[in-house]
């Protein structure tokens, strides 16, 4: 069983910055793509960025490219999302996920199979 905890959610003002952590508590064979999505009230869930385990490639939502910055630890079994230029609209609950298999470029999130419980992260204008 995968389990997967984030950490490093809170509130900045606009233009602030903030770093998301996720720990996984597995193999690291177990896992092939990291991601970070969000969910803001009354949204759905929404793909932020994603990594590959063994290369490292990543994918970004249009709407967080050149801001965030995804980057894993293979040694540690993390994942770490930092934000810079944080806006308003980024306030969400980011969750980390885990997948055995698949693209960083397939976003959908019914593909990932393990979740992390989410983080709030709160932006004010």
């Known amino acids: 069983q995968v389990q997967l905890v984030e950490s490093g959610g809170g509130t900045v003002p606009a233009g602030g910055s903030l770093r998301l952590s996720c720990a996984a508590s597995?193999?690291?064979?177990?896992?092939?793509?990291m991601a970070w999505f969000r969910q803001a009230p009354g949204k759905e869930r929404e793909f932020v960025a994603a990594?590959?385990?063994?290369?490292?490639?990543?994918n970004y939502a249009d709407s967080v490219k050149g801001r965030f910055t995804i980057s894993r630890d293979n040694a540690k079994n993390t994942v770490t999302l930092q934000m810079n230029s944080l806006k308003p609209e980024d306030t969400a609950v980011y969750h980390c996920?885990?997948?055995?298999?698949?693209?960083?470029?397939?976003?959908?999130?019914?593909?990932?199979?393990?979740w992390g419980q989410g983080t709030q992260v709160t932006v004010s204008s």
């Open positions: 996920a885990a997948r055995a298999y698949g693209s960083v470029y397939d976003i959908r999130a019914t593909e990932y199979s393990y």
């Open positions: 597995v193999r690291t064979f177990m896992i092939a793509t």
């Open positions: 990594i590959s385990r063994s290369d490292g490639n990543a």
